[in-house]
């Protein structure tokens, strides 16, 4: 069974700041990767995912993840913060075949300081 | 928004009682997954219908079942509520039952079991 761990709980940073999140999972086949966010009071919403093809994606708003094969890796980055990326983010990994069962991890909680 | 929609948004019941809750998936979708999200987790598969067949299952115990109808709307029921059901309750829905495909999430239904 795959897993995904976040290890950073709760990320405070400042406007402008670069931001990386870590995410990593666990499972021996190949996998499709995903960023989901949950804005205060709102719903999931997807960020990006990863398929196949160029290890490096773009998302909405401004934000990017590396797939790391050799390191079961799919961090996110954004260069510069805003206030309203303040959220909750999620990392999620479904096996490349069979149902489509979203694997999650804990979460990162990251609150922006205007 | 992504079309999704879950109801009631909040409602209480006593241990030992039963719910029902109810998503409507995004048109033209005929997939809908639930996930529960216990208070500061990531959200866990429950189960996922696919053409109003169950397309897989998580570990959790059969007093949580589903339904899926011909128009691809969804319920989840659970019996004998226990309090660690206090959660709130994810439904997602996407075209097609397979790992690359996007799951859209709607608002939730957030249970409070006393």
Known sequence: AQSVSQHNHHVILSEAASLE????????????????????????????KYFSGDPLVKGIKGFEAEFIKSKFSFNLRKP????????????????NFGNEKLTFGTGTRLTIIP | ETGVTQSPTHL???????VTLRCSSQSGHNTVSWYQQ?????????????????????????RFSGL????????LNVNAL????????????SFGGGGTDTQFFGPGNRLTVI
Do not use: M
Request: glycine share 10%.
């Open chain 1, 21 to 48: 999140l870590g995410c990593n999972y666990s499972y021996g086949g190949t996998v499709n990767l995903f960023w989901y966010v949950q804005y205060p009071g709102q719903h999931l919403q997807l960020l990006l």
């Open chain 1, 80 to 95: 510069s913060v805003q206030w309203s990326d303040t959220a909750e983010y999620f990392c999620a990994v479904t096996p």
């Open chain 2, 12 to 18: 209480i019941k006593t241990r030992g009682q039963q």
């Open chain 2, 38 to 62: 216990a208070l500061g987790q990531g959200p866990q598969f429950i189960f996922q219908y696919y053409r109003e067949e169950e397309n897989g299952r998580g570990n959790f115990p059969p």
């Open chain 2, 68 to 75: 899926q109808f011909p128009n691809y709307s969804s319920e």
């Open chain 2, 82 to 93: 226990e309090l660690d059901d206090s959660a709130l309750y994810l439904c997602a829905s």
